[in-house]
């Protein structure tokens, strides 16, 4: 049973498109991520929402968009695809309230724009 | 500002022997660290954490990590590494604030050779 799901899994497209994923948990927590890793594998967060409240956006272009329409699902849709949005893009969630601190994630979606 | 530092982008080591992935840490106030692994291909895989108690915390696969705080570091260890546990560790420290961001060292690949 997936904790955390993530769709789709890979994505090419061209330069200028826009393009959606989007993530699921059923671990009942409160709050959801948006990481990128980079072609050094570092990561960094964008996004975080509470309870559908958008509570971390990190020094991200507004091309970048996340929505959550629910505690459970949190989407990120991208406009305007560019060479540099190539990366992988995690889904994670944790119980920020509670004794339970840790994040889980989900298996990543590798955006590729040629 | 939170940080988190892993002095080694790579450790090796042979089979059977122990290993040990450093990682070192900057926060105001007590920190929340944790370890991730990442396959190849996969998402982050939780490991263990230090919340508060024991400076030794057991976690997951037969890993362990000590926190010392006059030292600020919290470093992974096993006794006996196995083939299977390569992969590319993070180091992580929660920030903070109530939002749960975690924020990750640059990721140490550990190669164990048969």
């Known amino acids: 049973d997936t904790a955390v799901s993530q769709t789709p899994k890979y994505l090419v497209t061209q330069m200028g498109n826009d393009k959606s994923i989007k993530c699921e948990q059923n671990?009942?927590?409160?709050?959801m991520y948006w990481y990128k890793q980079d072609s050094k594998k570092f990561l960094k967060i964008m996004f975080s929402?509470?309870?559908?409240?958008?509570?971390i956006n990190e020094t991200v272009p507004n091309r970048f968009s996340p929505k959550s329409p629910d505690k459970a699902h949190l989407n990120l849709h991208i406009n305007s695809l560019e060479l540099g949005d190539s990366a992988v893009y995690f889904c994670?969630?944790?119980?920020?309230?509670?004794?339970?601190?840790?994040?889980?994630f989900g298996p990543g979606t590798r955006l590729t724009v040629t | 500002a939170q940080s988190v530092a892993q002095p080694e982008d790579q450790v090796n080591v042979a089979e059977g022997n122990p290993l040990t992935v450093k990682c070192t840490y900057s926060?105001?106030?007590?920190?929340?660290l944790f370890w991730y692994v990442q396959y190849p291909n996969r998402g982050l895989q939780f490991l263990l954490k230090?919340?508060?108690?024991?400076?030794l915390v057991k976690g997951s696969y037969g890993f362990e990590a000590e926190f010392n705080k006059s030292q600020t570091s919290f470093h992974l260890k096993k006794p006996s590494a196995l083939v299977s546990d390569s992969a590319l560790y993070f180091c992580?420290?929660?920030?903070?604030?109530?939002?749960?961001?975690?924020?990750f060292g640059q990721g140490t690949t550990l190669q164990v050779k048969p």
């Open positions: 671990l009942g927590h409160d709050t």
């Open positions: 926060v105001s106030g007590n920190p929340y």
């Open positions: 994670a969630s944790s119980q920020v309230f509670g004794s339970s601190y840790e994040q889980y």
């Open positions: 929402y509470n309870n559908k409240e958008l509570i």
């Open positions: 992580a420290v929660r920030d903070n604030g109530n939002t749960g961001k975690l924020i």
């Open positions: 230090y919340i508060t108690g024991d400076n």
